[in-house]
DNA sequence: TGGATTTACTGAACACCATTCAGTATATTT
DNA sequence: AAATATACTGAATGGTGTTCAGTAAATCCA
């Protein structure tokens, strides 16, 4: 019986339909101006419609985080290749950055705009959980050959984790005017910025 | 004649009020389910009357921005009083990881939500400058005794307040699950980042 | 094959929202 | 006392997320 089979295939294709319109919308005008008519609109289907396959905006929103998700942790696979782990550790700093300064818009659903995690806990499992523990992994390979002053494997992750984060989340929410007067790039900064840091966080 | 300097001090009254009603009603629903009818409706004036005083809801938010600013401020006042300043920076730290704990809304209101600063660039001067040149003083201080590894103030400014401002907002924002597993409370963790991470950065 | 049933979808309706503005009532000035 | 300026109202506009009775097509069963 292929029926139930080709239903299954077209209810996935309908969803990924979806959420692939919600995301470039996301990405173009923003979470909070993006509206389900609106998303109803461009795939050319009523609103209603998805609410068959999405609960509610949030849900939607999650499932576009995932997809987020996952393509951060594709730039850390392409990027974070050094074997030295010290090197490596630099590179995902580096490609954390980065991927914050260019999608700005992504970065924010992933990130700044308070999500469905904070209701439905365990149900789903944590979308950032993949990419975090390739930073994990890296700093556990670090710290194995002695290379951070870190004693605490959690304390290093959350320290490194926090300083990426704080980077790119303070100059997306335009702080970072109120130290960096002139026009340079803000990128050179930052990744000057995560030299630094490494290099403090080095034996 | 002392009719319009009454007029003016009642003006301020109500602008205070509203300012007042607004900041209660974001701190308990937060800032999204906050709306003007329910702000005009808790001081028991019409919707009307709110953009009488306000231009829209993002400069209502900008002004309650404005006051949580000065809460920080006092707090880093009370707590930040050593004569060291090395000691200091840590107190200063302290106080911005409690303050963040302790006020996780008003941390919302101050960073994480997009704010109108990002449109209106020059016209107010930055709500949070006041706060944090306190913390870029205490960092001069430190870095004028050799005391820090840091060489430029403005890479020593970003990347403290970049790790305090990770800490807690990604603490907010949920994203620690992924690591802190226990039920342990958070502060001690953040509290153990703060100091080993002011340790780290110690010539 | 034909009637019953399940599935997929619609779009109007509901209860909200931010914001505007003609109208009103009070206070001030002339 | 009349004219003007000020402060406020609340209905109206054009949006929002979400629900649900109704419809039409696809599938199942006799």
Same mark, same amino acid.
């Given at each position: 019986?292929?029926?139930?089979? +080709?239903?299954? +295939?077209?209810?996935?294709?309908?969803?990924?339909?979806?959420?692939?319109?919600?995301? @470039?919308?996301?990405?173009?005008?923003?979470?909070?101006?993006?509206?389900? $008519?609106?998303?109803?609109?461009?795939?050319?289907?009523?609103?209603?419609?998805? &609410?068959? &396959? &999405?609960?509610?905006?949030?849900?939607?929103? &999650?499932?576009?985080?995932?997809?987020?998700? !996952?393509?951060?942790?594709?730039?850390?696979?392409?990027?974070?290749?050094?074997?030295?782990?010290?090197? $490596?550790?630099?590179?995902?700093? @580096?490609?954390?950055?980065?991927?914050?300064?260019?999608?700005?818009?992504?970065?924010?659903?992933?990130?700044?705009? +308070?999500?469905?995690?904070?209701?439905?806990?365990?149900?789903?499992?944590?979308?950032?959980?993949?990419?975090?523990?390739?930073?994990?992994?890296? !700093?556990?390979?670090?710290?194995?050959?002695?290379?951070?002053?870190?004693?605490?494997?959690?304390?290093?992750?959350?320290?490194?984790?926090?300083?990426?984060?704080?980077?790119?989340? !303070?100059?997306?929410?335009? +702080?970072?005017?109120?130290?960096?007067?002139?026009?340079?790039?803000?990128?050179?900064?930052?990744?000057?910025?995560?030299?630094?840091?490494?290099?403090?966080? $080095?034996?």
């Amino acid at each position: 019986m292929g029926i139930s089979e +080709r239903k299954e +295939r077209e209810k996935g294709e309908m969803k990924k339909m979806i959420t692939t319109a919600a995301m @470039k919308m996301f990405l173009e005008d923003g979470y909070a101006k993006t509206s389900i $008519r609106n998303i109803a609109d461009s795939i050319e289907y009523s609103p209603g419609t998805i &609410y068959l &396959y &999405y609960k509610d905006k949030d849900e939607l929103l &999650y499932e576009v985080q995932g997809q987020a998700f !996952l393509q951060l942790l594709e730039a850390f696979k392409k990027n974070a290749t050094s074997k030295d782990p010290i090197k $490596r550790l630099e590179q995902l700093g @580096k490609t954390y950055v980065s991927f914050g300064l260019e999608n700005p818009e992504l970065y924010d659903l992933m990130f700044i705009i +308070r999500a469905p995690m904070n209701v439905d806990d365990e149900l789903h499992k944590d979308n950032g959980a993949e990419s975090f523990y390739y930073l994990v992994d890296c !700093l556990g390979e670090c710290m194995k050959n002695g290379l951070l002053i870190f004693k605490d494997h959690m304390q290093a992750a959350l320290q490194v984790w926090s300083m990426m984060h704080g980077l790119v989340s !303070l100059n997306l929410r335009c +702080r970072l005017k109120v130290m960096v007067m002139g026009e340079e790039s803000i990128q050179p900064i930052l990744f000057k910025a995560v030299e630094e840091y490494l290099d403090s966080i $080095r034996v």
